[in-house]
């Protein structure tokens, strides 16, 4: 009864920008944090930024300066500008959401991911 559905991955040259958008529907009474979250080949799970409904922002330190994460709580969506990305950028991202739903539960919800190549 939530979903979260990811969208703006593909093929972007080293240097250049994209933006990733992230939107939850449903049954959602309230969002608190919405993160970003990537797996590349053989590597596991890493967040690369998080906001809470609040603002407060986290990036990990991999991409603290190039990529910025923000929000918009009347689309219940989560956007990451990814700015001058590296091929070791180049992962599945997933979105995650930590939320109530109506029915009174909280949990973690996670998107379907969308693979973003990063190659010249």
């Known amino acids: 009864q939530v979903q979260l559905v990811e969208s703006g991955g593909g093929l972007v040259q080293p240097g250049g920008s994209l933006r990733l958008s992230c939107a939850a529907s449903?049954?959602?009474?309230?969002?608190?944090?919405m993160d970003w979250h990537r797996q590349a080949p053989g590597k596991q799970r890493e967040l690369v930024a998080s906001?809470?409904?609040?603002?407060?922002?986290n990036y990990s330190d991999s991409v603290k300066g190039r990529f910025t994460i923000s929000r918009d709580n009347a689309k219940n969506t989560v956007y990451l500008q990814m700015n001058s990305p590296k091929p070791e950028d180049t992962a599945v991202y997933y979105c995650?959401?930590?939320?109530?739903?109506?029915?009174?539960?909280?949990?973690?919800?996670w998107g379907q991911g969308t693979q973003v190549t990063v190659s010249s």
């Open positions: 995650k959401a930590d939320l109530r739903t109506v029915a009174g539960t909280r949990s973690d919800y």
């Open positions: 449903g049954s959602i009474f309230y969002i608190y944090a």
């Open positions: 906001i809470t409904s609040g603002g407060s922002i």
